[in-house]
């Protein structure tokens, strides 16, 4: 058995790095659940993860600007 092997936490999953990555882009995080995360997240995953949040967030403020732009100016 390996020393970084530790049984007593669960297989990371893509669910516990996408709820990590959100809770970073929030910025609140207890040091207790960060130092929970960093030991069962791979740090690959944690960047597509990241990566591909980021992507969505920006295209997401594109599409959203754009719709407001293209609003009928009401006053």
Do not use: C, Y
Not at 26 to 51: C, T, W, Y
Not at 55 to 73: D, G, K, T, Y
């Amino acid at each position: 058995m390996s020393a970084n092997h530790r049984p007593d936490l669960p297989k990371p999953s893509l669910i516990r790095t996408l709820v990590a990555v959100l809770w970073s882009f929030f910025g609140v995080r207890s040091r207790k659940e960060f130092n929970r995360d960093m030991a069962q997240i791979n740090p690959i995953h944690l960047m597509v993860v990241g990566l591909v949040l980021a992507i969505a967030f920006v295209a997401l403020l594109v599409v959203l600007v754009n719709w407001i732009v293209r609003q009928p100016m009401t006053l």
